[in-house]
Nanobody, 118 residues
Framework: VQLQASGGGLVQAGGSLRLSCAAP????????MGWYRQAPGKQRELVAV???????NYADSVKGRFTISRDNAKNTVHLQMNSLKPEDTAVYYC?????????????WGQGTQVTVSS
């Protein structure tokens, strides 16, 4: 499964970006999809995830600023990022999970760079 992430870029603090993760098949076939990020010298961390049933979880650091959503018609998951801070600077990766027969398979997109200047 090849996930295609897009929408990163350079923005000033306080600005907004919208990331998109396009899947080559119906996203309803995945148990969940989400966004993770990795800053230089740090471990990859969860940003936001949305389940097939619509349950959503956010990292505490982005609550109230980021919104994850699904567009089932376009097989795409979006991450709307508002009020961006320099500490949001990272490579953002989308991920999709499916668990046929009780075994979880995870698929990662290629990553998109988000840089927030102060």
């Amino acid at each position: 499964v090849q996930l295609q992430a897009s929408g990163g870029g350079l923005v000033q603090a306080g600005g907004s970006l919208r990331l998109s993760c396009a899947a080559p098949e119906s996203i309803s076939r995945f148990n969940g999809m989400g966004w993770y990020r990795q800053a230089p010298g740090k471990q990859r961390e969860l940003v936001a995830v949305i389940s097939n049933g619509g349950n959503i979880n956010y990292a505490d650091s982005v609550k109230g600023r980021f919104t994850i959503s699904r567009d089932n018609a376009k097989n795409t998951v979006h991450l709307q990022m508002n009020s961006l801070k320099p500490e949001d600077t990272a490579v953002y990766y989308c991920k999709a999970d499916r668990a046929p027969y009780g075994v979880t398979y995870s698929y990662w997109g290629q990553g998109t760079q988000v840089t927030v200047s102060s």
